[in-house]
């Protein structure tokens, strides 16, 4: 090789080596911009829920258990980091939602999401996560769709796959009950995944939904369903499935029993709100529905969560305070397993979680990024809801 060919090699290689030098330093500035990667403080986690507005006790819950699970998770910390949550309420809105997870990533600088409830909610969220590349996991959306949305999506609890088989052969085979009508809540993606879910479920065992669609429903906020009811009662089923929000369940409730229609309602996670027998009465009594958590569950580790949650906030915890509680837990547990703090790594992780024994059951984030547990049937009552079933995925 000549001195001049020589000299020529010599400054390729170097070029090369000072563009795939910049290429990375820009890589590292584009991940470092979103969030640190090493010589964290503090490890950052975004908490998008309804603290307000119609489902607000599905947001106050939930950060109630988030900040049980971290009082005892902070004393060592993760990695030796502590956890900080930065809570940013979405008023229960769609809208609200894809902002407050666009100011968690631009802002706040979050390692990771948690959030949100509501399904519509969620699925206005995640994409935003999704094109950013920050991992959110949902403890509590369960509408199919929502972690379809991409790899850095995924929940902790079941899906509405499971829940509205369970209240189906809850309905046919324990009830006996062989004529329905499904109540759909219009403005939500829960309410009309489950129904649909539901009713196949139903039919396909030999029962009739005598409804239609688009003829039985309510949106949130509607506060007088009494013609609607009428409707229904014209039908004369001898099961109503309502897989609505607390708010509008109770009043809804409440107004059937009052123009004498006594025929069980049956519903999903969403009845499950201490607000319920508070806005129904004793109209509640009598009513089922699907859950993730019962505070009547034997289990040691669910008392001494339960005995944790009245000392702290003076109530019994409900699905979603359990369910935020195992959340964070499942986040944690992911970020010590991660091999950085990189979004990417903790994305991983989470997607790998196996086994983890939490207090809604044992989670195992599968290849379409949902967690197979179990659920527990649950009876409405004045007194609160009443453990009737579990049952195994
Ligand atoms: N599963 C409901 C949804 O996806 C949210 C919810 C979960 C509400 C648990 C209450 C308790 O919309």
Request: glycine share 8%; proline share 4%; charged share 20%.
């Amino acid at each position: 090789m000549t001195n001049f060919k020589r000299g020529l090699a010599l400054a390729l290689t170097l070029t090369a080596l000072i563009f795939s030098g910049c290429n990375k330093q820009k890589e590292e500035s584009a991940t470092a911009a979103a969030a640190p990667v090493t010589n964290l403080d503090e490890i950052v986690i975004g908490a998008v829920f309804p603290m307000t507005g119609p489902i607000a006790t599905y947001g106050q819950e939930s950060v109630n258990g988030i900040n049980l699970a971290l009082k005892s998770l902070n004393e060592t910390g993760v990695k030796g980091k502590k956890i900080r949550i930065v809570v940013q309420d979405n008023k229960g809105e769609p809208v609200e939602s894809a902002n407050a997870v666009r100011k968690l990533i631009e802002v706040d600088k979050v390692q990771a999401i948690i959030g949100s409830v509501a399904s519509s909610n969620t699925l206005a969220g995640a994409p935003i996560a999704q094109q950013s590349g920050v991992p959110l996991m949902t403890p509590a959306s369960t509408n199919e769709t929502v972690t379809q949305t991409g790899d850095y999506i995924s929940r902790s609890c079941f899906t509405d796959a499971f829940q509205g088989v369970v209240m189906a052969k809850f309905a046919y085979e324990t009830l006996g009950k062989k004529k329905a009508v499904i109540i759909i809540d219009n403005s939500s993606d829960y309410s009309r995944g489950l129904a649909s879910v539901f009713r196949a479920k139903f039919t396909e065992m030999g029962g009739q939904v005598v409804s239609n669609d688009n003829d039985t429903t309510y949106t949130q906020k509607d506060t007088d369903f009494r013609s609607l009811l009428q409707k229904v009662k014209r039908a004369d089923p001898d099961v109503i499935f309502l897989p609505g929000y607390y708010t509008e369940v109770g009043l809804m409730i409440k107004q059937a029993r009052s123009m004498g229609m006594n025929m069980p309602f049956l519903g999903g996670d969403g009845w499950d709100s201490p607000k319920l027998q508070e806005l129904a009465g004793e109209a509640i009594n009598g009513n089922y529905i699907s859950s993730h958590f019962s505070s009547e569950d034997s289990d040691p580790r669910v008392q001494q969560f339960v005995s944790e949650y009245e000392k702290a906030y003076g109530q019994k915890p409900g699905a979603m305070a359990a369910l935020g509680y195992d959340g964070i837990l499942v986040m944690a547990d992911a970020i010590m397993r991660a091999n950085s703090f990189s979004h990417a790594d903790i994305r991983d992780a989470i997607n790998s979680t196996k086994n983890y024994i939490g207090i809604t059951g044992n989670i195992t984030i599968d290849e379409n990024r949902n967690a197979k547990k179990s659920a527990v049937v649950l009876e409405t009552t004045v007194s609160g809801m009443k453990f009737k079933q579990k049952v195994n995925p």
